[in-house]
């Protein structure tokens, strides 16, 4: 039917995928929820209304989307370069422990200066741990998912020790936190929400890197790169340069998702300032193909997910990480309608549907 309703139209291919994606989820999502004792229609209706239903939950969306798409970028960026980079944890923590360490340095200074000096240690925070892994690939070789990982670790311990020891503010009774952030070192929020600046930033750096891989020298020489490393070194350019600042650039994005969430939702640094917006933001970029634009809407999905699981932790009683194991099942939705078994599998028992299979190939 949908093949007759977009004859030889392109919509047809990224339709069916994007129908096939959705079915193999909600199998997979109602046969979890059945597990754990709980209706499939009831939670997920409610998860669709928990996240798109009103404004109030469009913000709080919007609220979860704006760190993911910062940290789906520092992921699509090296990608543009073969580059897997899983580092966008440790980089959000070190944007958020460089930037604060501004705030304390300088807590009275006036909004004009603080703000951005504060949102510049997160960029610089993040291009330092992003850079780490780039010059250790760019100089020996060593690989960056490896290197980028274990720094995931470091960044969040660096975290924890500073907010539990010397940036603990004593005002706080014990609770291991640095001290709150005035108002003259936040974004503006939008009127009646927690949507704040941040998410229009992330938006504007994802249209400007777009622009820049498409049409600027720059990203002409990335894909050269991409594609063929030796000739790119024949024609002279520098793919160990590139690595390292490719890696840096993508790091100062995520530190930039560091020091909003802090800044402007959590309000202080402290631990747990992540729910895990890295590994969502490498899901996001890996669903979106590390497309410089795919990743919007995909951080937008992510972040309803996640909304969404806040929203029935409170009234349907359901441990948040019920949030979490949906998107490892959304995961799992998008490998099985990509592989070739499912490809098989349609154009076996349902071959009407025959010229999805090498859709799904793509």
């Known amino acids: 039917m949908i093949a007759r309703w977009f004859p030889g139209s392109t919509l047809r291919i990224p339709l069916l995928t994007g129908l096939g994606i959705l079915s193999v989820f909600i199998l997979l999502s109602s046969l979890f929820l059945l597990g754990i004792g709980q209706s499939p229609l009831t939670i997920l209706v409610s998860m669709v209304a928990a996240a798109f239903g009103d404004d109030y939950a469009w913000s709080e969306t919007l609220v979860k989307t704006t760190p993911i798409l ?10 543009k370069l073969g580059l897997i980079s899983v580092g966008g944890e440790g980089q959000l923590h070190l944007g958020a422990l460089v930037g604060t360490g501004i705030l304390l340095l300088w807590p009275d200074g006036p909004g004009w200066l603080l703000l951005p000096l504060v949102l510049l240690g997160g960029a610089v925070g993040g291009a330092i741990w ?4 780039g010059w250790l690939r760019a100089r020996w070789t060593v690989n960056e998912t490896l290197s980028t990982l274990m720094l995931n670790y470091v960044g969040m311990q660096w975290v924890r020790f500073v907010v539990y020891g010397p940036w603990k503010d004593p005002a706080n009774l014990g609770w291991p936190a640095t001290i709150q952030f005035p108002a003259t070192a936040k974004l503006p929020f939008l009127a009646g929400s927690r949507v704040h ?29 991409q594609s063929n490393p030796p000739l790119a070194m024949q024609v002279g350019l520098k793919y160990p340069f590139h690595v390292l600042l490719v890696m840096a650039l993508a790091g100062s994005l995520a530190g930039l998702a560091g020091i909003t969430e802090t800044a402007m939702i959590q309000g202080r640094l402290q631990v747990g300032i992540s729910s895990s917006f890295g590994l969502s933001g490498f899901l996001v970029a890996w669903l979106a193909g590390n497309s410089l634009l795919g990743v919007i809407p995909m951080s937008l999905l992510i972040g309803g997910i996640l909304a969404a699981g806040d929203a029935l932790q409170l009234f349907a009683k359901l441990p948040s990480s019920v949030a979490i194991v949906l998107q490892g099942i959304l995961f799992v939705s998008v490998l099985c309608v990509r592989s070739p078994l499912f490809s098989d599998f349609v154009q076996k028992h349902i071959p009407s549907l025959a010229t999805f299979s090498p859709l799904v190939k793509e």
Not at 70 to 79: G, I, N
Not at 205 to 220: D, E, K, M, Q
């Open 197 to 225: 600046g941040g998410l229009f930033i992330a938006v504007g750096i994802a249209l400007l890197l777009y622009v820049l891989y498409r049409w600027s020298r720059w990203g002409l020489s990335l894909r050269i790169m």
């Open 130 to 133: 992003g850079g780490i892994p």
């Open 70 to 79: 910062f940290c789906a970028l520092a992921v699509a960026l090296p990608a």
